[in-house]
């Protein structure tokens, strides 16, 4: 049974110039821009939504009224600038700490705003020198190494087991939090933690710049080739994800732990990506 409709809404532009050709060197340019808008539109009766991967109060799922493959989870309650509300009754549980909210939410959309990709090609007589820079905006991704690692006390902002914290939130009357904790294990292994807490905090942006792959080759002369039989020859290097440029302090902004799966969007202890150089000699007959 087909259990799901979705739409899919969008635009792809591409454009190739040519700024620079003479008779010995050519640079040419592609630009390939693609914004899609995704949204699932209904269920088979009776299925509120469908699971696609993750863990409890982390998971990916298809929602009506959602883009394809959201995150859902819980949070922390929030007011409506979306700043944290702190508990601030002291004889309450969790006094200047923020409120557990247990309810499940839309907490990240896995699906980049848009993408660009920019592929340069320079020839100077017989060498060619190529290079794609590839550009994502929006999207993102449950940083569970993250928030295994806070569980733990294995980041270095928890060196300091006795400093005081103030959480950037607002009080119940409004006013900015002015309540002064100390964030210990009980903490951390509850709701301070990925494992026990809420998944909002450990959702990241995944945007980033990435110099995706890199290329240089020579082909051999003419002349050469034609007294060895062969009307081509090329000698190469190449470079794969030699740099990239993002915000996100997981394994990876591309990383995804179910691998080729509808389920994207998720960093548990991930392989990070490969970086990678080949040589090699094309040739033809």
Sequence with gaps: MNAASMTNKGIELVLKLNPVKTKAFSWSTDFN????VNEVTSLAEGVPSVFLGGFVGKQVRAVVGNPYGSI????????ANDKLVIQDNPTLPGYGYPINDPQDKNIGNVLPDWTLGINNILTYKNITFTFLWDIKKGGKMWNGTRGALFNFGSVPMQDDRNRSYVFDGVLSDGSANNIVVNPDMAWYTTLGGGFNGPGRPYVDDTEWVRLREVTLSYSLPKVVLSKVGFSNAEVFMS????LLFTTY??????TSLYGADNAQGL?????PGVKSLMFGLKVNL
Excluded: S
């Design 33 to 36: 821009f693609t914004k899609a």
């Design 267 to 271: 960093d548990y202890f991930n392989m």
């Design 72 to 79: 859902f989870g819980t949070d922390f309650v929030r007011d």
């Design 249 to 254: 302090d997981g394994v990876d902004p591309e």
């Design 239 to 242: 470079g794969k994800n030699l």
